[in-house]
Antibody
């Protein structure tokens, strides 16, 4: 069955770089696109960026200068790197799979990982 | 950016009631090429990741009970839950999936027990 799971450090110091990994199973990264979505404690959801099934990327312009998304299809893993972290980047980070409708990728999110909490603090 | 505005922000209900959650987008989510509206709804329970309920404004995700009904077109959308059950208490989010980055979410509507 389709599964996604995020992993990474729970604590990052201010100004440092966050590196997260999303390991997927039950589908191929060359067939479905994957996005990263984050949620600050007690707040709403923010789409951060995505890597398309073809390998190209799109980013939220609010984060674009700090964010990089890549993948290793042989390991079924998607990576997020975000630099210059600040306390406001404290959030649960989710990786999500984009839906496919009649063979075309679309940007609703049909499967989500459980999320990983990242705290930015010294 | 397309701004998604949800109302109300919270709603207190009794089991068995029918509830309506509204979502308004700052621009039309209807694309004439497909004749579809690019609006999704999610349910998030405490400590869990969001769960897709509805996409294309009214298409129910596999396994979602038919008491969840999505409707609307253009800029105004509604999620109706007919006969609320205790397990439906959660926060509900709308999200546009129109071809316009970024894919933004509403601020959420918290469904609570009266």
């Amino acid at each position: 069955q389709v599964q996604l799971k995020e992993s990474g450090p729970g604590l990052v110091q201010p100004s440092q770089t966050l590196s997260l990994t999303c390991t997927v199973s039950g589908f191929s990264l060359t067939s479905n696109s994957v996005s990263w979505v984050r949620q600050p404690p007690g707040k709403g959801l923010e789409w951060m960026g995505a890597i398309w099934s073809g390998g190209s990327t799109d980013y939220n312009s609010a984060l674009k200068s700090r964010l990089s998304i890549s993948r290793d299809t042989s390991k079924s893993q998607v990576f997020l790197k975000m630099n210059s972290l600040q306390t406001e980047d404290t959030a649960i980070y989710f990786c999500t799979r984009s839906g496919v409708y009649y063979g075309l990728s679309d940007w609703y999110f049909d499967f989500w990982g459980p999320g990983t909490m990242v705290t930015v603090s010294s | 950016d397309i701004v998604m505005t949800q109302s109300p922000s919270s709603l207190a209900v009794s089991a068995g009631e029918t509830v309506t959650i509204n979502c308004k987008s700052s621009q039309s989510l209807f694309w004439s090429g497909s004749q579809m509206n690019y609006l999704a709804w999610y349910q998030q329970k405490p400590g869990q990741s969001p769960k897709l309920l509805i996409y294309y404004a009214s298409t129910r995700q596999s396994g979602v009970p038919d008491r969840f009904i999505g409707s609307g077109s253009g800029t105004d959308f509604t999620l109706t839950i007919s006969g609320v059950q205790a397990e439906d208490l959660a926060v509900y989010y709308c999200q546009h999936h129109y071809d316009s980055l970024p894919y933004t979410f509403g601020a959420g509507t918290k469904l609570e027990l009266k």
